[in-house]
Structure formats: C-alpha cells, structure tokens
C-alpha cells in the first residue's frame, strides 16, 4: 500500500496478557519509528530503527516493551505482562532517509487493557 | 530539557474567523519543527517542516512560521473541515531523528 499500515486496529487485552503491534512502513522507508499516544497527549516517544538497527530505545517505559525489526521492513512492538497503564494507541511512522525528512504515521493501534 | 508548549488548548472558531495557534519550543540544536494534523482515530498527517528563523510554508488556508523560540500556524478564513487537532514536533541535533510533540491545539470551526 501506499501508507504505514498497522494492524491490528483495536486490541483488547486482559491484564497480564502479552500482545503483539505490527507495522508495515512505506516501502523503502529506512527509519522507522514508535510512538504512545495517551488520550488527549502529544504523541511520545518509544523507539527508533534505521534499517533493521534499534539504535534508540529511550523512550520505552519499561522492560516489559520490546521492538524489533529484523529484517528492516515491518517491525513488531511487543508488550509483556500487559498493564492498565499501557491502555493507549501505538503509533507506527516511517520516513524515507536517515536525516532531515518528514516521518508519515500510520492510523494506529488502539490498545485497551482491562 | 527539551520541550515543546502548544497554546492555546482548544479553540473555537466561527467559519471564516482567522486565527493562529502557537508552537514555542526549547531544545538546543533545532533539526525542523513539525506541524501535523491529527483527526479523531487517525494518525498524525504530515503538514509543514521549518528548519530556519524566518521561513514560511503555505498549504490552502494554513501558514506556518518559524522563529527562534516559536512556531505559528495562521489560519485564514476556516472552515468547518479545518476541525482537528494541530500538533507541532521538534527535532534535535543529538536525538537522532526522534520527534518531540506538543499537547496539540484541538480547533473546532463552527458554520
């Protein structure tokens, strides 16, 4: 497709439960990125890959997030153990080079812990 | 520490009441300013990059400006299709190309 693609589009996910986010960015993208967006916030910070290299994972809140993209196209944004704070949507960019371009989002992935 | 201040809130115009909103920001080493729109359950869709003092960027009814410390995004003459949330985001030399977002300015034009 011609977009970031995200799926699935809502998850439901009962506390202590592991779930899984998968992103499809723009083909040809070399950076991509993930993004928690909490109700009424500012998209914030998680992760970053240039190919299939995880070079900044500041932003993940705890050990229970992992990312991977290993073979430098689709990544995965994995949550062990969910919690009710991880309630929020996931959301994937890509941008074409390494510096000074804009980064295209996907629609997101609503994560519901209950 | 790095920041970025979206004002005000929330802003509610009448159809054709032009107005701005406002990005101010602090980082050391400005990469580009960023300004999205966002619509309820969708993602973020890419509008302007500034990367220097005194650049502008037109599209339709929006411009947005850049100077040191802040960025605006004028609008000119809304209408209703305009309502969404706004975001602005920084990037900064040191963060590799990771994006800092504002709050958003959620804009409601009313006919």
């Known amino acids: 497709g011609a977009g970031v693609s995200q799926s699935p589009r809502y998850k439901v996910a009962k506390r202590g439960q592991d779930v899984a986010l998968r992103c499809d960015p723009i083909?040809?993208?070399?950076?991509l990125f993930w993004y928690q967006q909490a109700l009424g916030q500012g998209p914030e910070f998680l992760t970053y890959?240039?190919?299939?290299?995880?070079?900044?994972k500041s932003g993940l809140p705890s050990d229970r997030f992992f990312a991977e993209r290993p073979e430098g196209s689709v990544s995965t944004l994995k949550i062990q153990r969910t919690q009710q704070e991880d309630s929020a949507v996931y959301l994937c960019?890509?941008?074409?080079?390494?510096?000074?371009?804009?980064?295209?989002f996907g629609q997101g992935t609503r994560l519901t812990v209950v | 520490e790095d920041q970025v201040t979206q004002s005000p809130e929330a802003l509610r115009l009448q159809e054709g009441e032009s107005s701005s909103l406002n990005c101010s920001y602090t980082?050391?080493?400005?990469?580009?300013l960023f300004w999205y729109r966002q619509d309820p359950g969708k993602g973020p869709e890419f509008l302007f990059t500034?990367?220097?003092a005194g650049e502008e960027k037109e599209k339709e009814r929006l411009k947005a400006t850049l100077t040191k410390k802040e960025s605006f995004l004028h609008i000119t003459a809304p209408k209703p299709e305009d309502s969404a949330t706004y975001l602005c985001?920084?990037?900064?030399?040191?963060?590799?190309?990771?994006?800092?977002f504002g709050a958003g300015t959620r804009l409601a034009v009313h006919p």
């Open positions: 960019a890509s941008s074409l080079a390494i510096r000074n371009t804009e980064a295209f």
């Open positions: 083909s040809g993208h070399v950076s």
């Open positions: 890959f240039q190919n299939e290299a995880q070079l900044d």
């Open positions: 980082v050391s080493g400005l990469r580009g």
């Open positions: 500034l990367y220097s």
């Open positions: 985001a920084v990037r900064f030399s040191g963060g590799y190309n990771k994006l800092i």
